[in-house]
């Protein structure tokens, strides 16, 4: 059901943009409620897509029932001009080695960044006649992640790669009012700092940074101390300044120099060789050199703002460890984080800043936080649907009532089979939390590499995330308070773990991370990591309707209120937004079945499951 | 237009050169590339945005007020950016593309910092 708005309704309309860098997006507020928002990626397939979001803002037009003429503001997340400031103040301190840097980005500047409302006019075919707004990238963070969340006032944390200047700032809102008061500049930056060790152990920067998570449990920190002395020197209140020559990402084409090479004892791992220890320790090295600083700013914060609430965002607010660790181990009692916590986000938090600091509009928040479970994508009627499958010819079968298509469901799922869940709104942020997503019996020996090698089409040493029934998340994991949005990772309970036999202890310690990671170390192996931790998803009737239902149904019929929930995609691809992506990668993949809504396709009924092209749909997306 | 645009880029490039001696010798050092002895490195914003300021594409707050060279160098760029303004609107049948489309062979990493 969509939900329509029209101007004549008198509701302002902000449309907020994120683009030209990293996963563009659009988000759409429709008299102060978010109304509708997507990132571009969904829509053209292209991973982390940076181009103009014009899909994204077509959608969420589409969605609200207006037009482009009908839009009161249109925000853009960033300052060009202060960017622009930054990029040739870098350029100069490290002249004349910047030189192959400047001759790439000045003429993209020259010919089109510093022309950034014209190109949103052409963009817009001049439909579009209201006024542009700009917001300082790292305020576009705060209020995205200050302003959607439960609290009236809370102190904001905000630590991404670098925006114009700032990389790191602290701040604090209240009611519809938020104001940052300290901030560390580029080019010192904590992002940049995780980047730089993501680009040594031989993964792709701004997508390969959870691997370096994931990785470090692996690992020894043996070389914390090596990157405290040499690389980034931090003091007590969370404040740090990096010693360049170690990077080369200001003035060169990576991000790392020579000279950081040396120290750490060799080149950047290829990313095709296999990962040592060396990787291994020095993804537990940074990760906890993260952990510290992100804890250290804050206790800081915290000291500055005497508040009892935290509020995040930035690509470093995904570190779901660093997370849970100011959360156990920090001095706020409430911890709320933007789920598209990067790049993305921004484009919700300019058009929250049009909507409080330019309109002046108050703020409207009651406990819960009004972010609505993220599901803030397309959704897709089951006429469409029907038509769709009716084209390409595919045999399913259509439920009438939800109780019966959840039976049927829970019974795959029981039966350890690999479903497919296309359901409701797509969502928002990085990660799948029930409408696109695939399932599985966390329970099962063999779900983790079924999944991992005919499914992913990947080779992982990561578990994959559970999702848990929120008043079963207690019986299961040690965490605090709910994790809606899959952003805290916490421990499998102890009742829960098994004791290892002496061939298991000894897999354990196989170089090979694979055979580690499939050790049975719990009741439900395919979601519990090496340290036993779990990146959890908490599941509740208000927000996941559907999805809920589901879960409480499984556990009825097993007695396990867990599922692992795992993005709708195969390696490299964006999350499925459609029904034909859905379609496409359920044919392309051994998924056994598909659910569509109402409609549920088993792979074994497809007539003809193998004239699918699988090596043309695996080659169409780059592996991460 | 390409061709051009690449020329005036490398032609505008000494200057950068020039700027970098002058901020060595009057000891400035605006990317603190030098290792401070501050008992903290926050650095502390003591303003807020203007609400006009948000009309505009450049930034009250981010970073300090910028004087001296590395500004008229700044300038110098912009206002020969006005030379390569793309046109308002785009023909009938022109399909939108953005000239910030990035090019070829710019790893992901640096690309994000321009």
């Known amino acids: 059901m969509r939900r329509t708005l029209p101007k004549s309704a008198g509701a302002t309309c902000v449309l907020g943009i994120s683009a030209f860098y990293h996963d563009s997006a659009a988000a759409l507020l429709v008299g102060g409620e978010i109304l509708a928002a997507a990132q571009e990626e969904r829509f053209t397939r292209k991973k982390y897509d940076h181009r103009f979001p014009i899909n994204a803002i077509n959608y969420c037009l589409k969605e609200a029932g207006i037009t482009l003429g009908d839009l009161d503001y249109v925000g853009f997340y960033d300052k060009p001009l202060a960017k622009f400031d930054r990029l040739i103040e870098t350029y100069v301190a490290f002249a004349p080695q910047s030189f192959r840097s400047w001759m790439n980005s000045i003429p993209m500047w020259l010919n089109s960044k510093l022309h950034l409302q014209t190109e949103m006019e052409r963009a817009f075919g001049g439909q579009y006649r209201g006024r542009y707004v700009f917001a300082d990238h790292h305020e576009s963070h705060a209020a995205s992640a200050f302003f959607p969340s439960p609290f009236q006032e809370a102190a904001i944390l905000t630590l991404d790669g670098a925006g114009e200047w700032s990389t790191t700032t602290l701040g604090f809102g209240r009611s519809n009012r938020l104001r940052i008061t300290h901030e560390i500049r580029f080019p010192h930056s904590l992002g940049l700092l995780y980047s730089a060790f993501t680009y040594f152990v031989g993964f792709r920067v701004n997508s390969g940074e959870y691997k370096v998570m994931g990785l470090a449990p692996y690992g020894e920190p043996r070389f914390k101390d090596l990157i405290l002395q040499h690389l980034i020197h931090v003091r007590d209140d969370g404040s740090f300044w990096m010693d360049m020559s170690y990077f080369n990402y200001c003035q060169g084409m990576t991000m790392t120099s020579e000279k950081f090479h040396h120290l750490f004892g060799g080149p950047p791992r290829d990313p095709e060789s296999s990962i040592s220890q060396r990787e291994m320790d020095l993804a537990a090295s940074v990760q906890t050199v993260c ?152 329970r099962s020996r063999s779900m983790q590499t079924t999944m991992n090698l005919k499914i992913k089409f990947r080779e992982s040493f990561r578990p994959f995330a559970p999702c848990v029934l929120k008043e079963d998340a207690g019986e299961y994991f040690g965490l605090q308070g709910e994790s809606p949005y899959m952003l805290l990772v916490a421990p499998v309970l102890e009742k829960h773990r098994r004791s290892l036999t002496d061939r298991e202890k000894a897999t354990a310690m196989d170089p090979d991370l694979r055979k580690r990671v499939n050790v049975m170390r719990s009741s439900i192996p395919a979601v519990t990591h090496v340290d036993y931790s779990a990146r959890v998803q908490t599941v509740d009737a208000d927000r996941h309707g559907r999805f809920y239902r589901l879960m409480k149904q499984f556990k009825e019929k097993s007695g396990c209120p867990v599922l692992i929930n795992t993005s709708f995609n195969i390696r490299g691809e964006p999350i499925v937004c459609t029904p034909q992506d859905a379609y496409r990668c359920f044919m392309g993949t051994d998924m056994d079945a598909l659910v569509l809504e109402d409609f549920l396709l088993m792979k074994s009924e497809q007539l003809k499951p193998r004239a699918f092209d699988l090596e043309a749909y695996k080659a169409s997306f780059k592996p991460d | 237009m390409n061709f051009i645009v690449k020329a005036v880029s490398l032609l505008i490039y000494p200057l950068s050169i020039i700027v970098r001696i002058v901020n060595a010798l009057i000891d400035n050092d605006p990317l603190r590339l030098r290792r401070q002895t501050a008992e903290s490195y926050w650095i502390v914003r003591h303003s807020v945005p203007s609400r006009p300021s948000y009309f505009s594409e450049a930034s009250e707050v981010e970073g300090r007020r910028r004087r001296g060279p590395v500004s008229l160098l700044t300038k110098a760029i912009r206002l020969l950016a006005r030379l390569f303004v793309p046109p308002r609107s785009s023909a009938k049948d022109e399909k939108f593309r953005p000239a910030a489309e990035r090019e070829r062979g710019i790893p992901d990493e640096v690309y994000t910092l321009w």
């Open chain 1, 291 to 442: 952990e510290d600083i992100m804890l250290k700013c804050a206790r800081h914060l915290h000291k500055l703002t005497n508040s009892k609430n935290l509020v995040m965002a930035g690509g470093v607010a995904l570190n779901c460890v660093g997370n849970s660790r100011i959360l156990r181990e920090g001095p706020f009692e409430n911890l709320w984080i933007q789920p598209a916590a990067g790049d993305a986000g921004a484009a919700l938090g300019v058009a929250y800043l049009v909507w409080h600091h330019v309109a002046s509009h108050p703020r409207m928040n009651d406990a819960r936080d009004l972010q609505q479970g993220s599901l803030l994508g397309p959704q897709f009627t089951d006429t469409e649907i029907r038509d769709f499958l009716q084209g390409v010819g595919a045999c399913y079968h259509v439920f009438a009532s939800e109780a019966d298509l959840l039976e049927r469901v829970t019974d795959l799922l029981a039966q350890e089979k690999v479903v497919g869940w296309l359901n409701g709104r797509m969502e928002f942020g990085p990660r799948a939390l029930g409408a696109r997503s695939i399932l599985g019996d966390p």
